[in-house]
């Protein structure tokens, strides 16, 4: 399967995944993520991926195994969402600090309780200090072409840490698009082997996933933090190959759509991303300098680049799909650390809920209004 | 049976560090038995090499001796737990309180 292709976003991630050519795949089916593990498991189950796909008991077991996996040196796939990324979140920072270059789907999803199976951020938001490098796609072309370029940037030298790539669930994992499919010699050409040392071996022993006492443990996490800062060079190098070998150009750790000389910018993340590029355009048509940041990672945290997007702008609002209760959106709290532009934050899309393009436009004319505070969609300002 | 040993080596820089919880055994470790309040004590007498101290320790502290045929405790290692005294069916592992002979 290559060339243009109608597929859903999670057939999407699965068909660069199978580009990939993982060895180990070991996942769990939840709701929105089910059908990206069940394509996968047609293709090692029809021979056209070469894989081991390990059905496990749980999420915990998912992760585990995906670990144990890449311990044994193979390129391995695994995807969760909400309640599943929940009950694997012991594993998490397992598999990070272990350095294992493990690539995960996640299907944003509301966490209970209330129980709701649509999307949200509210998920993989809650895990931002897991160790893991978090990307957000926009629409099913992105997810696929992360899904190649997820395994480069984990698996660098430079890096060799576990990747999660978020696709907005139901609006993202389950819409159809015409995504362009690469063919698997090019893919091949992009994506080398995995190489690591970090691996069982037995002509050279050691000793693997151990404790470490108060006199190294910073040491660890120092270097696990100082790789994840390599994110940001190492996605640039892979977007760039990327480029060169199939022509579609991704913009780091953010994407700006008319910040340059934008007055209002809202500031957001995945699918609801085009959403706002159209009424940015709206706003433009009637004389308002709208603007877009689009976050595409959330880590390593983009400081630099809202920094220096936002300097400009009279105002901007953070438009995103959780809540940390008791404090506002967790993505509004990283986005004030970065910038001293006045900022709002809107709440928005909460299980599943639509987010129009009236409540964006409604957005761009609070902000003109000079209106900040933690406002939730529908709702109103929180108390 | 090859087990791995305590080494001992001066302060890592932090560039000595490797990259992951990923090294050659027995650095980057620290000794801690002194959790330990009890220790097991194996009296030979009794032993019948069995094993099944071996198999139960939870810690992998209990190993055989490479110049004689008997069994061993890493006691940099061992925290006391006892479940080799438990599982001693000729009764060869006492527990012993630490602080005294």
């Not at chain 1, 394509?39 to 999420?59: K, N, Q, T």
């Not at chain 2, 001066?10 to 330990?36: C, D, H, K, M």
């Not at chain 2, 008997?70 to 592992?93: E, L, Q, S, T, V």
Request: glycine share 10%; with cysteine; proline share 5%.
């Amino acid at each position: 399967m290559s060339g243009r292709e109608f597929v859903s976003g999670n057939e999407a991630f699965a068909a660069g995944v199978r580009l990939a050519r993982p060895k180990v795949i070991s996942a769990y089916p939840i709701t929105p993520q089910t059908v990206v593990v069940e394509r996968l498991s047609e293709m090692v189950e029809d021979g056209s991926l070469d894989a081991d796909f390990i059905h496990v008991e749980s999420e915990h077991s998912a992760l585990s195994c995906a670990m144990g996996a890449s311990a044994a040196g193979v390129r391995t796939f695994t995807a969760t969402s909400s309640q599943g990324l929940l009950y694997m979140a012991e594993c998490l920072p397992y598999a990070a600090g272990g350095r294992f270059p493990i690539v995960m789907m996640n299907a944003n999803r509301s966490i209970a309780l209330p129980w709701n199976i649509y999307g949200d951020q509210s998920d993989s938001l809650s895990q931002l200090s897991s160790g893991w490098i978090q990307a957000y796609a926009q629409d099913a072309q992105e997810a696929l072409d992360l899904a190649l370029m997820s395994f480069y940037i984990a698996e660098h030298p430079d890096v060799s840490t576990p990747y999660m790539a978020n696709l907005d669930g139901f609006h993202l994992t389950h819409t159809y698009e015409i995504v362009d499919v690469p063919d698997a010699i090019a893919a091949d050409t992009f994506l080398p082997p995995l190489r690591t040392d970090n691996k069982i071996d037995f002509t050279a022993p050691k000793n693997m996933a151990f404790s470490a006492g108060p006199g190294h443990n910073a040491a660890f996490k120092y270097r696990q933090h100082a790789a994840m800062l390599r994110v940001r060079s190492v996605a640039a190098e892979a977007e760039e190959r990327f480029a060169g070998i199939f022509g579609r150009r991704y913009t780091g750790l953010t994407e700006s759509y008319m910040t340059d000389d934008a007055d209002f910018i809202i500031v957001t993340l995945g699918a609801v991303s085009g959403l706002c590029r159209d009424a940015a355009d709206a706003m433009r048509a009637r004389g308002v300098r709208a603007g877009v940041l689009r976050i595409r990672y959330m880590r390593p945290f983009p400081g630099i680049e809202i920094s220096d997007a936002l300097r400009g702008a009279k105002a901007a609002a953070v438009l995103e799909k959780d809540i940390s209760i008791g404090k506002s959106g967790a993505v509004f709290t990283e986005v004030a650390g970065a910038t001293d532009a006045p900022l709002s934050n809107y709440i928005g899309g909460l299980g599943g809920e639509d987010i129009s393009e009236e409540d964006i436009l409604g957005i761009y004319e609070d902000l003109r209004s000079g209106r900040g505070g933690v406002h939730f969609l529908g709702i109103g300002e929180a108390e | 049976m090859i087990r791995p040993y305590l080494r001992e080596k001066g302060a890592f820089a932090i560039g000595e560090y490797p990259e992951g919880t990923a090294f050659t055994a027995g650095y980057l470790t620290s000794r801690n038995g002194g959790w330990r309040s009890e220790r097991p004590v194996i009296d030979i007498s009794k032993c019948v090499m069995c094993s099944q101290c071996y198999l139960h320790c939870p810690d992998g502290t209990i190993f055989e001796l490479e110049t004689e045929k008997r069994y061993a405790i890493d006691y940099d290692f061992c925290k006391g737990c006892g479940i080799c005294a438990k599982m001693c069916k000729p009764g060869a592992i006492t527990m012993i309180p630490e602080g005294t002979a």
